[in-house]
């Protein structure tokens, strides 16, 4: 169970551009719950999401799973237990080292560091194994900088590195908002199959409407720091395309544009 509770966060405090972005927040995400979040620019999504990761910390309320107080843990640690694959699919892949140094670096994140080898045959092979079922052929370019592949290819080798060890939250900033359509889609039958076989709790951040509806087990609207929509089970399954643009323009008609 993820836990956020009474978050305040203002950005600029004192300056004639203090916002308030979050003021007395609350959200609970069950475990294994995949959640969508959809919002206008500046509603609060990515900042939610640097929030849990420690990327940026709160001016009070506390952040917990399972019960246990994370607020003041560093990002660093908290990223034992959290995936987060960014916007840029450059962000989570060295360009100047191969895939098979870039997937040797991730596997060995937990362990502790000496001199021993980083990479032998039965790592290549099992590196082979996480590869092959993307279907893109990444298996035999082990060798291959991770710089030179398309940014399909190199998001899915980032999907593929953050969960290679045990982690319970998949974080998806906006992950397939640099690819092209096709691309996109087949990131996202990727993200189902990960969340799916890993059983992960995952937020996903996006501003494509249709994936929002079409995955995850529950949608939710923000706006100014604030949960507009949050839709379930049976009445995630039952809104459509046109409900959330409705939304979105009952808003913009609210704020007078």
Partial sequence: ????NHLRKVYNPGTVRELMLFEDFNL????????SIIGSNGSGKSSLLNLL???????????????KDITKMPEHKRLKRIGRIHQNPATGTCASMSILENMSLSHNKPLSMNLMPGIDKKCREFFRDQLRPLGLG???MMDMKAGSLSGGQRQALAMVMSVMTPIDFLILDEHTAALDPKTSDLIMELT???VRDKQLTALMVTHNLR???AHGDRLLMMHQGGIVLDAAGEQKENIHLQDVLDLFTQISIELGN
């Fill in 211 to 213: 994936y929002a509806i």
């Fill in 138 to 140: 990444l298996e035999n």
């Fill in 53 to 67: 990761c420690g990327s940026i910390p709160p001016d009070s309320g506390r952040i917990l799973i399972d019960g």
């Fill in 1 to 4: 169970m993820l836990e956020l």
């Fill in 192 to 194: 189902d199959k990960v």
């Fill in 28 to 35: 609970s995400i069950p475990k294994g719950q995949f959640v």
